[in-house]
């Protein structure tokens, strides 16, 4: 069966669709349609774009359902050698010309005493972090995974777009040094641009700090307006993926993760999200960054995370830095 639980940031209700998927090739077919879309992080390759249509939806609180979801680990891989191979030939291509900026991603695989309750997981993800959109998604053709990210790629309130530029990493509030403010300034720069060659109307708001789990990020919101509301999808395969999931120039960073990158990142910073495209003249989507990853396979779990590299990044501070955001999914175990 395919099915969805989701809840949305600072609410205290999920929904739990069910229904028939559909595979699609590209990010452009997804106009005209309905229903949660789960995108890997380069559509139109090996992993499908899928899409579960709402056959049936109920919807239900997150608050007073207790759950315990403690499990023993038996061992866990996080495979540092292979991230210190890939941090060491990905690093040696900044040259802030051709390349100012690329995420080296990481796995690390769980393997548990007994196979978890991927629903009481969800629930339990959803009360420890009330500030971000969880999703569970389950298909034929994704198989099972769970996030809790704080990124919006795409949101419609009232008669305007929303998106927003996140990056830069502290455990801390501040102070922010100078690599995380320019890793953050390039995602905002290419999102500005990206919008504005279709949009009429852009405005971008002052950087600010904001927390996801126990992590700080910096983050820029932009609202922007279209003249035909049709043309979403086409800022939407404008804007992923963005340079805080892949880096700076977007094609030649690509490039780099696929040689450089030990392991697919599947699912892993694609997007997710309900959409609602069938009123062309109304169109409506809340989707979501897939970070803060777990993939879950019976007894068994992979975690993903991943962090921008610049010319002046350490390997051991980016090693850091991925352990920090593991631990959000971690923590739904313990």
Request: charged residues 25%.
């Amino acid at each position: 069966m395919n099915e969805v639980y989701y809840r949305f940031p600072d609410t205290s209700h999920y929904h739990h669709v069910w229904g028939s998927a559909e595979t699609l090739h590209d990010i452009e077919s997804l106009a005209g349609k309905q229903g949660f879309v789960f995108a890997p992080f380069e559509p139109g390759g090996e992993h499908p774009l899928v899409l579960v249509h709402t056959d049936q939806e109920e919807i239900a609180s997150t608050d007073s359902e207790p759950v315990d979801t403690a499990t023993s680990v038996l061992n866990e891989t996080d495979h540092h050698a292979a991230y210190q191979e890939a941090f060491a030939k990905m690093h040696a291509q900044i040259d802030n010309e051709k390349l100012w900026k690329v995420v080296l991603a990481r796995r690390s695989d769980i393997e548990l005493a007994q196979p978890l309750d991927v629903r009481a997981l969800f629930i339990k993800a959803c009360q420890m972090y009330p500030h971000q959109m969880i999703a569970l998604v389950h298909t034929e053709a994704t198989g099972t995974w769970l996030m809790a990210t704080p990124e919006l790629l795409l949101g419609r309130t009232g008669d305007r777009w929303a998106t927003m530029a996140l990056a830069g990493t502290l455990s801390t509030p501040g102070p922010w040094d100078d690599k995380n403010m320019r890793e953050q300034a390039y995602v905002a720069y290419y999102i500005r641009n990206c919008l504005l060659r279709r949009c009429y109307w852009v405005n971008q708001k002052a950087v600010r700090t904001t927390m996801a789990a126990k992590l700080y990020h910096l983050r820029t919101d932009f609202e922007f307006a279209l003249s035909d509301d049709a043309e979403i999808v086409k800022v939407l395969n404008d804007l992923f993926p963005t340079p805080a999931v892949c880096g700076m120039p977007k094609e030649r960073a690509l490039a780099v993760i696929n040689d450089g990158e030990h392991f697919d990142r599947k699912y892993y910073s694609g997007f997710c999200g309900p959409l609602n495209l069938t009123d062309t003249s109304h169109p409506d989507a809340s989707l979501y960054v897939s970070l803060r990853c777990m993939q879950i396979e019976g007894a068994c779990c992979h975690l993903y995370a991943g962090g921008g590299l610049l010319r002046e990044s350490d390997e051991k501070t980016e090693w850091k830095e991925t352990e920090k955001k593991m631990e959000t999914m971690k923590a739904t175990l313990r």
